[in-house]
């Protein structure tokens, strides 16, 4: 099976513009969760989507958002870009199985740069 | 919320010896503890995990013990080789009452360093 991908790979933005990053999970994945890596802060939780519906949310301000589509690919958009926004984003995908709480398999990132 | 501790922050070990990383975690609720492997420009890898139903459990040269009376967890790595040099982060969740889980809450990471 081929895993979790990422795009863009890479992205440099002015501050105030926003952006959009995209993700496949893994066929047959329900689940999909996005997090944010930075040096400073580590890995932090930003969302979860199931359904296309967002299930879970982590501690980030409104200008993080995201969306899931049918097909279970999603997409996170970020508003009003600050240079503390700077970092690698990670999807990972799960399958949502009932009852349990199931791996999660990250893609390779998609490392966004404001400046 | 949860708050997981990962010690030490880089560890260097000798090849062919025993590496151990350690963490503890603050919420009892916790049932689910991965462990990730990062390389340089690519995303974590999971490499073992363990549910709090089970004290511990080895895959290879890779073990994971959990002890849930004192809220830590740990990895070990033996015989270790060149390649298993990475960042290494163990992570904790619990499953929700209305379906999936809380989203992962990593510890700092461990860079350990193989020598040669």
């Known amino acids: 099976k081929a895993g979790v991908t990422q795009t863009p790979r890479y992205l440099i933005k002015t501050r105030g513009q926003q952006v959009t990053l995209s993700c496949s999970p893994i066929?047959?994945?329900?689940?999909v969760s996005w997090y944010q890596q930075t040096p400073g802060q580590g890995l932090q939780f930003l969302f979860e989507?199931?359904?296309?519906?967002?299930?879970n949310k982590g501690n980030f301000p409104g200008r993080f958002s995201g969306r899931q589509f049918s097909n279970s690919r999603s997409e996170m958009n970020v508003s009003t870009l600050e240079l503390g926004d700077s970092a690698l984003y990670l999807c990972?995908?799960?399958?949502?199985?009932?009852?349990?709480?199931?791996?999660?398999?990250f893609g390779p990132g998609t490392r966004l740069t404001v400046l | 919320g949860e708050n997981v501790e990962q010690h030490p922050s880089t560890l260097s070990v000798q090849e062919g010896d025993s590496a151990v990383i350690k963490c503890t975690y603050s919420?009892?609720?916790?049932?689910?503890f991965p462990w990730y492997k990062q390389e340089l420009g690519k995303g974590p890898q999971l490499i073992i995990d363990?549910?709090?139903?089970?004290g511990e459990k080895k895959d290879q040269r890779i073990a994971v013990t959990l002890n849930k009376t004192a809220k830590h967890f740990s990895l070990h790595i033996t015989e270790t080789q060149p390649e298993d040099s990475a960042v290494y982060f163990c992570?904790?969740?619990?499953?929700?009452?209305?379906?999936?889980?809380?989203?992962?809450?990593f510890g700092k990471g461990t860079h350990l360093i193989i020598q040669p």
């Open positions: 363990i549910r709090s139903n089970v």
């Open positions: 066929s047959g994945h329900r689940s």
């Open positions: 989507y199931f359904s296309e519906t967002q299930r």
């Open positions: 990972a995908s799960s399958l949502a199985a009932s009852g349990r709480t199931d791996e999660q398999f």
């Open positions: 992570a904790a969740t619990r499953t929700r009452s209305g379906g999936g889980a809380d989203g992962l809450t």
């Open positions: 919420d009892s609720a916790s049932n689910y």
